[in-house]
T-cell receptor
């Protein structure tokens, strides 16, 4: 069975600082991995996805994530946080691109001025 | 290109009632998946519809049912509502069913409150 663990329900960074949101996954087959962002009272927006093409995946808004099979991790990073990055971030895994996607519990990112 | 839309945006029901939520898929997509997101949690997969047939189901009881129409829009029906059904219900559309489904695009959700 697949699962996702997001380490830290809340992360606080200063504006301009590095953003690091941690995600570990469990999958018996090569996984598809995703990061989504959710702003208050809105749906989910896809930030980036890993589908085995390249281990370093670049997404929108300056975010990127690195797939590390040996560590079963898919951490999300951004070199410099912006106030507009404050939101809830979800890591997700599926067998296929968009089938039975399993989401983590989410990490709330706070950005301090 | 129109995105995924859902209606209504908010809904209040009482225990035991039935509810129908609606979703219009993104142009060109033929697959719709439904998710339940309880407060403070990640979304949970309810089921997927591909070409008008249910094509995979999560751990939800039969009182959660759905339909997909020829234009690929979809409905989620919940019977005998319980307090724990209070959640944000998200619809996602994609192209291709099952393991071949491409990236999902989510709608804004319907907030259901059961009193």
């Amino acid at each position: 069975a697949q699962s996702v663990t997001q380490l830290g329900s809340h992360v606080s960074v200063s504006e301009g600082a590095l953003v690091l949101l941690r995600c570990n996954y469990s999958s018996s087959v090569p996984p598809y991995l995703f990061w989504y962002v959710q702003y208050p009272n809105q749906g989910l927006q896809l930030l980036l996805k890993y589908t085995s093409a390249a281990t370093l995946v670049k997404g929108i808004n300056g975010f990127e994530a690195e797939f590390k099979k040996s560590e079963t991790s898919f951490h999300l990073t951004k070199p410099s946080a912006h106030m507009s990055d404050a939101a809830e971030y979800f890591c997700a895994v599926s067998d296929g691109g968009g089938f039975k996607t399993i989401f983590g519990a989410g990490t709330r990112l706070f950005v301090k001025a | 290109e129109t995105g995924v839309t859902q209606s209504p945006t908010h809904l209040i029901k009482t225990r035991g009632q039935q509810v129908t939520l609606r979703c219009s898929s993104q142009s060109g997509h033929n697959t719709v998946s439904w998710y339940q997101q309880a407060l403070g949690q990640g979304p949970q997969f309810i089921f997927q519809y591909y070409r008008e047939e249910e094509n995979g189901r999560g751990n939800f009881p039969p009182r959660f049912s759905g339909l997909q129409f020829p234009n690929y829009s979809s409905e989620l029906n919940v019977n005998a509502l319980e307090l724990d059904d209070s959640a944000l219900y998200l619809c996602a559309s994609s192209f291709g069913g099952g393991m071949d489904a491409d990236t999902q695009y989510f709608g804004p959700g319907t907030r259901l409150t059961v009193l």
